[in-house]
């Protein structure tokens, strides 16, 4: 029975893994969304504010995905709950770039945020290798 469990923790690890992969390019497809908004080749209703929200929307889900792993593993103090926790404040802190009143983005900032974001999935990436071992 053992061997099973182990088994199905595996499968369970190597979903939560694919569906950060997933998320990361849907995360990287809305930093490419912002480019094309300010160079107003987006449809007339894809603002910033429009933008925020949607990419709110996925941030929100993908948490809860990652929270019932971590909590059905009791995991909750662990390495990979901190990688995990660095990731979310990296991916919503982002969005500090832009100026959804005035429809601006702060390049500076936004290329900091993708390198600060970046740092943090490697620091998740190595969790997820830590767990396997």
């Known amino acids: 029975m053992g061997v099973s469990v182990e088994r199905y923790n595996l499968i369970e690890t190597n979903i939560l893994l694919d569906r950060f992969l997933t998320y990361r390019e849907v995360f990287t497809e809305y930093f490419k969304t912002i480019k094309v908004i300010e160079r107003g080749e987006a449809l007339r209703y894809e603002t910033y504010s429009r933008l925020v929200e949607n990419y709110m929307i996925n941030v929100h889900q993908f948490i809860k995905l990652c929270n019932s792993y971590v909590v059905k593993y009791h995991l909750e103090k662990s390495f990979l709950a901190e990688a995990l926790n660095n990731y979310f404040v990296s991916i919503i802190s982002a969005l500090d770039c ?10 500076r900032r936004l290329e900091a945020a993708k390198k600060k974001i970046h740092a943090s999935e490697e620091k998740f990436m190595k969790s997820i290798g830590r767990l396997a071992n």
């Open 98 to 107: 832009l100026d959804i009143d005035n429809n601006l983005v702060d390049h």
